[in-house]
């Protein structure tokens, strides 16, 4: 199995700027996926950024202030937060769906989080 090492997370001013980083560690055939999710407390952890290809999708909360993008080469996803809101405070998690071999099925892991809080 995968490790997901997140890194980056901190306490930011409402309209400040942070980038979230997540390495997966070993060999990795493939990676189909990247996502960026969020788990405020008393709520459902909720998407906020994937990356499958060259796609991305955000929904509209973070539409336009926030990026997801990799460098292949590291297995290394980021996600740029700019502009951000309180209602942005969270916990980010990020999730890959990947193939350690090329005949082997598609696998899942999670990242182990990392706390944004935004707060003047």
């Known amino acids: 199995q995968v490790q997901l090492v997140e890194s980056g997370g901190g306490l930011v001013q409402p309209g400040g700027s942070l980038r979230l980083s997540c390495a997966a560690s070993?060999?990795?055939?493939?990676?189909?996926?990247m996502g960026w999710y969020r788990q405020a407390p008393g709520t459902q952890r909720e998407l906020v950024a994937v990356?499958?290809?060259?796609?991305?999708n955000y929904p509209d909360s973070v539409k336009g202030r926030f990026t997801i993008s990799r460098d292949n080469a590291k297995n290394t996803t980021y996600l740029q937060m700019n502009n951000l809101k309180p209602e942005d405070t969270a916990v980010y998690y990020c999730?890959?769906?990947?193939?350690?071999?090329?005949?082997?099925?598609?696998?899942?892991?999670w990242g182990q989080g990392t706390q944004v809080t935004v707060s003047s």
């Open positions: 990356l499958t290809g060259g796609t991305t």
């Open positions: 999730h890959f769906n990947y193939r350690l071999y090329s005949y082997e099925h598609v696998r899942g892991s």
């Open positions: 070993g060999s990795i055939f493939s990676i189909n996926t």
